[in-house]
């Protein structure tokens, strides 16, 4: 992994690794804003009331239905149901379902928003196959557990009335986001690839032999023999060709 020039050496230039590059780049950036608002955001999915008692947020009920979040949930007592952060306390009282679905978020996050920074670094920097390989592992990660995040829907808060929301949907269109950006990065040819293809060859070309030459080659068997190839260049540019054998 390098900076390259137009000799391929040293310096910087944009995207060496070509337009499959550029279009990896923007997808992935697309599915890190994606989940990101799928995750932290306060819409995943729909409650009733029953999610204020369960968690300890109001002593009562609240009569209509809400967003709620992985990591915080729609206050309906503040403007225009303003999203407030889990407290400590509130954490504490989750089950095993919601604490490991705010894992998975996490990790997909993470996961997906390194690749997505790995792919912005292609830009001007080389990179071999095995990174190219390990940027498309961290994306197929981040898909798998951004589906994975559909534990929430097991927790205790979805035991009563819990309803598919915004959230849960970008979850979704993320998870194919981030496996479509995955098969774009493996189709990216690594640099070391791309000046094999581009790259003149080196060395001389040899001119056309002068009609009337001859070339003799002689090969030596495993008997002890001797295989000769005399090769000779007719007028016409064609080539006569007598193989005999010498002991």
């Not at 070509?18 to 890190?32: D, F, N, V």
Request: proline share 2%; aromatic share 12%; glycine share 10%.
């Amino acid at each position: 992994m390098g900076c390259c020039d137009d000799d391929g050496d040293r310096g910087c230039c944009a995207f060496p690794h070509g337009r499959l590059s550029i279009w990896s780049m923007i997808l992935a950036i697309c599915t890190y804003i994606v989940t990101s608002l799928s995750f932290f955001g306060c819409f995943y999915v729909e409650v009733d009331g029953a999610f204020d008692l369960d968690l300890g947020i109001f002593s009562g009920q609240f009569d209509s239905s809400r967003g709620v979040g992985l990591f915080s949930y729609e206050d309906p007592f503040r403007d225009d149901y303003t999203c407030v952060s889990y407290s400590q306390n509130q954490i504490e009282r989750m089950d095993g379902a919601f604490r490991t679905a705010r894992v998975f978020g996490y990790i997909a996050n993470i996961f997906i928003g390194i690749a997505a920074l790995m792919l912005i670094l292609m830009g001007c920097l080389r990179f071999n196959n095995a990174a190219m390989k390990g940027i498309g592992s961290l994306l197929l990660a981040g898909a798998i557990f951004s589906l994975l995040t559909f534990t929430f829907f097991a927790s205790d808060t979805c035991s009563n009335d819990c309803d598919f929301f915004a959230g849960a949907g970008l979850a979704v269109v993320g998870t194919f986001s981030a496996f479509a950006t995955a098969l774009l990065v493996f189709k990216i040819p690594s640099t070391s690839q791309s000046n094999s293809l581009s790259e003149p060859q080196s060395g001389h070309q040899h001119a056309p032999f002068a009609p009337g030459t001859q070339t003799v080659t002689e090969t030596t068997l495993l008997d002890g023999t001797k295989k000769v190839v005399r090769t000779t260049v007719n007028a016409d540019g064609s080539r006569t060709i007598e193989e005999t054998v010498e002991r």
